[in-house]
């Protein structure tokens, strides 16, 4: 590891020295997708999950233009807080180093910081995508493309669900990335257990998925892998209502002129109004899930990698 | 070459060992391309070709979840009859090793493979490309990515002529691929010597492309090379009836609702039943066609690496 | 350096061997991208702008079938005058040199010299990019791929303005481009100090430019840095004179079905033709200006490489 450009904790300076098991963690989610403080005692609880089995949470930020593998508590609390954090993806962390800045690091950035790291499998709600209009506007997040170029495995609940599903899904095929759903036929959408889109690959347990992992990366191509975990069934919204709720949303951002790097953190925080807090509730249960989900995942991989 | 990963017979592991030309060949032209017997005969008249020039055919595909790099007779004729056999890109290669599956690899996977087993040159009918109403639906083939991304050779008659081909040139040029198109000026489509298009570059022996391929790896952008080899004037079809066939199946499908992984082999299906089994006797001799360039450039590529 | 490839003069060669700054320089700007004498003129003031600050200049094109990095007066005054000079992509490159061709090497082309030759920083008028109309074409520039795959810095005053803007700056958002505005918030228009479009970061120091070229290698998403430098206030052209120029010679190019290679250079000249000269006094003046900086950059970069 580059000791000048990354700064990780003694825990995970340990961890990835050891071959023990690390879960990255982004931080967007802190500092631009949940309102304070649910964002904090979200950040707490996902630790705990990876923790509960045995593997190491490694929550990624650039704090005052340090990037950092790993946060203390009270760090994490400052993130949580913060008034001035921007929103880092890859291509803006040596900019914001330069400028001493606190960021949240986005799924491209966090999937570029693990991978430089050592950390092979990566935690998040879900990651970005095709925006809706994007035949017009070409705005396609990063995070697809990093994906398309970073050998990291993501663990997510599907693209965020203000996105164009069938869209991102060809836009990751063209990327050459895996698409695996966990236990079930179908590729899901966030807030609820199915997109209506069929997932390319199932597969029903951690050790398969690891398998896969080490096979992909001995394939060669260089791209991530993107594991989709459906929201468990007792936490996932209605579908009519949620698409109700996102479509008044998307509209209102419409009509506001809200676009780019406003637009996600908009009608996150729109959703959560407009559902009365449901959404963030599901977005939490969610994000467990896949904390969950990925350490064990990355449980049985240091497993293989022992063999 | 990693042994537990890629599984070459004899005679390719003795061919690459010694720096012999070797000729790459694809698997979802036998498995999804063409009917049983038609696909067989294809398969075996194609490795004789390539024979006849001192090089070795070598056709990959997922055998019960192994990558096989050549195959024995009698496993192509397995491959040939099999109902269950799956179409792997290069991102579907991880999970069907896992879930011990037999795939046709495409051009991506094919590709993908070949790069990793050390040999440079592949010969197909026509690679996948941009599809008509891409602006629409984002349906763009991985073939095109991998092509971007993977040093391989690939000699085709041009990308499927069910495909929108002016987008395909465009996307082909944006991820910075060489298009060189054999004895021609024109780039051809497929079933026809000329779809209209120019191709960038005209070279006119295997020699002069062995060169351009030594030279572009060399100057280290990483992608591959695509040979277009326009299908020999006696096989050629009329353009008008086959433009009109492609359009009919193409219509068909659109009112079905037919599209991703099941569309290309749908058309192909279609477009030969609707012509008669015309367009399966072009296609078998444009693939003929080009696993002689191929042989060819392989044989002279080989004497260039000795030099 | 591979020196059956590259054909360097003995002052690039000393200057790589000593970690001397270096600058360079594409070619098409020369042979198709302004008329002659200005060209040749430009190319000479260019060269003595990057020499004033104690770097070195290195001119790159394909002479008769070389790769030159770095070009004698009279090899400049020669492509200045050439009129069957191609223009070489870096995907042309390869087909060039096998044909014996001489060529102006693009943004794309000069970056992958560059990167191969180990010259990090490379000054030029506008890179390529998203064309009006792409959304339906597909026509999008290699060089923005390029920016996406080659660790170059490229200095630039935007995208030429006849291309499409905000797509262009979706584009390379999505390509992971780090783009960074010299001295300004606003993403420049070329011939304009603005467009419109807010920059991603800002710098206002070479020094810190180079602190961000390092940390963005290191970092290692493998893609170049887009540097925005607004045309000196002094030399801009008035918003509405050359949006209307620009609007009637696209039309023009459309009515005339001019596209593909040929588009860029005919827009260029007709432009001129229309401001009766103004463009080209604008497009020069640019050009001299970006030199500027990137031989400061370079010798930023040189001091920071030593340390
Ligand atoms: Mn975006
Ligand atoms: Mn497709
Ligand atoms: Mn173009």
């Known amino acids: 590891m580059n000791a000048s450009l990354l700064h990780p904790t003694e825990e995970v300076k340990a961890a990835i020295a050891d071959g023990a098991p690390l879960v990255a963690l982004e931080s967007t989610i802190i500092t631009h997708g949940m309102p304070y403080p649910a964002n904090l005692e979200m950040a707490r609880k996902v630790e705990a999950v990876i923790r509960a089995h045995g593997a190491v949470p490694a929550t990624t930020a650039v704090v005052e233009g340090r990037i950092r593998v790993g946060l203390a508590d009270r760090e994490i609390e400052t993130l ?3 008034k001035d954090a921007v929103k880092a993806s890859s291509r803006d962390l040596a900019a914001s180093i330069v400028q001493g800045r606190s960021a949240g690091t986005t799924v491209s950035a966090t999937m570029r910081i693990a991978a430089l790291a050592g950390i092979d499998i990566f935690a998040t709600g879900g990651v970005g995508g095709v ?7 070409f705005d396609i997040s990063a995070d697809l493309t990093e994906l398309g170029q970073t050998a ?3 663990v997510c609940a599907g693209v965020k669900s203000i996105l164009d599903i069938p869209k991102t899904l060809e836009f990751l095929e063209t990327q050459r990335v895996p698409v695996i759903a966990y236990g079930s036929d179908d590729f899901p959408a966030f807030y609820t257990r199915s997109s209506g889109c069929k997932a390319d690959h199932r597969l029903d347990t951690p050790e398969e998925i690891a398998r896969a992992m080490r096979l992909h990366r001995e394939l060669g191509s260089g791209t ?3 594991v989709a975990n459906p ?3 007792a936490a996932a919204l209605d579908p009519a ?3 109700g709720t996102i479509a ?3 509209a209102e951002a ?3 002129g809200i676009g780019r790097k406003e637009l996600t953190p908009f009608l996150l925080a729109r959703i959560n109004e407009l559902s009365n807090g449901a959404s963030l509730q599901a977005n939490i249960a969610l994000v467990l899930n896949n904390a969950d989900l990925a350490a064990r995942i990355a449980v049985a991989f240091a497993r293989l990698k022992r063999e």
């Open 80 to 82: 949580a807080q913060a």
């Open 131 to 137: 925006h809706r209009g994007a035949e017009a506007t």
């Open 152 to 154: 990291t495995t993501v």
């Open 224 to 226: 991530g892998i993107l």
């Open 231 to 233: 929201i468990p069934e």
């Open 241 to 243: 209502f949620i698409d």
């Open 248 to 250: 008044e949303a998307v």
């Open 254 to 256: 419409t009509v506001r």
